[in-house]
Antibody, heavy 122, light 108 residues
Framework: QVTLRESGPALVKPTQTLTVTCTFSGFSLSTSEMSVSWIRQPPGKALEWLARIDWEDDEFYITSLRTRLTISKDTSKNQVVLMMTNMDPVDTATYYC???????????????WGKGTTVTVS | SSELTQDPAVSVALGQTVRITCQGDSFRMYYANWYQQKPGQAPVLVIHGKNNRPSEIPDRFSGSSSGNTASLTITGAQAEDEAVYSCSSRDTKDYHPLFGGGTMLTVL
């Protein structure tokens, strides 16, 4: 069974750096075509994909936040960490991690999500 | 970057069929994925690719696409289908995942 769980601070101050951790089980990030993504959702708003790291350690970031984000993985601990610098109240959101798969038909999808961790910037 | 546009809200009578649509240039090149999200819960994948359902998703959910519009159809909507449905695809410029604004489905 694939599960993911996010953890991190519930409250951060403006200008601080947010660090959220995704701890997963049921799959390995050393397996080909396996990735983990971070997605966030401000209260009452749409989902927004932020970053992804894959089995080859390749990193992908949303263009608009590229300079503030860093994603990394610890395969031995089954963890993926997202850091976001210079936090602002507009970054208040629920932050989700999800397993990302690549279909042989050439598209990507996020098949299992964690429950999310709510972060308030104030 | 690209945009995916969804109607904010749609309603359907219990047991009837409803189509939820998502418009964007992405669908001329890429497949749609659909996610269901109930209040206070994480999104759940209901359709991926051309029309693929995870095993735990009922077969009343189906997906299709034509031109710049992707659709999620629920045939015989149930009370438990009341949720926000978000489409997702790939940004045509930087190829990263993109989400629509979500459609709140009310089952009457």
């Amino acid at each position: 069974q694939v599960t993911l769980r996010e953890s991190g601070p519930a409250l951060v101050k403006p200008t601080q750096t947010l660090t959220v951790t995704c701890t997963f089980s049921g799959f390995s990030l050393s397996t080909s075509e396996m990735s983990v993504s971070w997605i966030r959702q401000p209260p009452g708003k749409a989902l927004e994909w932020l970053a992804r790291i894959d089995w080859e350690d390749d990193e992908f970031y949303i263009t608009s936040l590229r300079t503030r984000l860093t994603i990394s993985k610890d395969t031995s601990k089954n963890q993926v960490v997202l850091m976001m610098t210079n936090m602002d109240p507009v970054d208040t959101a629920t932050y989700y991690c999800a397993r990302s798969l690549h279909s042989p038909k050439g598209y990507d999808y996020m098949d299992v999500w964690g429950k999310g961790t709510t972060v308030t910037v104030s | 970057s690209s945009e995916l546009t969804q109607d904010p809200a749609v309603s359907v009578a219990l047991g009837q069929t409803v189509r939820i649509t998502c418009q964007g240039d992405s669908f001329r090149m890429y497949y749609a994925n659909w996610y269901q999200q109930k209040p206070g819960q994480a999104p759940v994948l209901v359709i991926h690719g051309k029309n693929n359902r995870p095993s735990e998703i009922p077969d009343r959910f189906s997906g299709s696409s034509s031109g710049n519009t992707a659709s999620l159809t629920i045939t015989g909507a149930q009370a438990e289908d009341e949720a926000v449905y978000s489409c997702s695809s790939r940004d045509t410029k930087d190829y990263h995942p993109l989400f629509g604004g979500g459609t709140m489905l009310t089952v009457l």
